[in-house]
């Protein structure tokens, strides 16, 4: 069972930084899709961004520009570097990984942006 655990959360002003990292207890797989999602109060967890084999990347259109994905198949992490942040990224992000056609999920971190 693959355990992956998120760090680096926390609370920041408006127009501040954050970086996200997951530490994954097992090598990444070339293969493997790793990414972020986040989810409110009351609403659906949702797609932030993911990096996929050849360090292919995909972002939602809201963070597009503002956030960048990024694997270390070395210290195996997926870390998520967040500029720019507004009110509306206040979410818990929770780390994901599909290896080998298996879904895992971290426990999330909170961020929360103030104004």
């Known amino acids: 069972q693959i355990q992956l655990v998120e760090s680096g959360g926390g609370w920041v002003q408006v127009g501040g930084s954050l970086r996200l990292s997951c530490a994954v207890s097992e090598d990444l797989a070339e293969n493997s899709v790793a990414g972020w999602y986040r989810q409110t109060p009351g609403t659906e967890r949702e797609f932030v961004a993911w990096v996929i084999s050849g360090d292919y990347t995909k972002y939602d259109n809201s963070v597009k520009g503002r956030f960048t994905i990024s694997r270390d198949r070395v210290k195996n992490t997926v870390s998520l570097q967040m500029n720019s942040l507004k009110p509306e990224d206040t979410a818990v992000y929770y780390c994901?990984?599909?290896?080998?056609?298996?879904?895992?999920w971290g426990q999330g971190t909170q961020v929360t942006v103030s104004s």
């Open positions: 994901y990984l599909n290896q080998r056609g298996i879904n895992y």
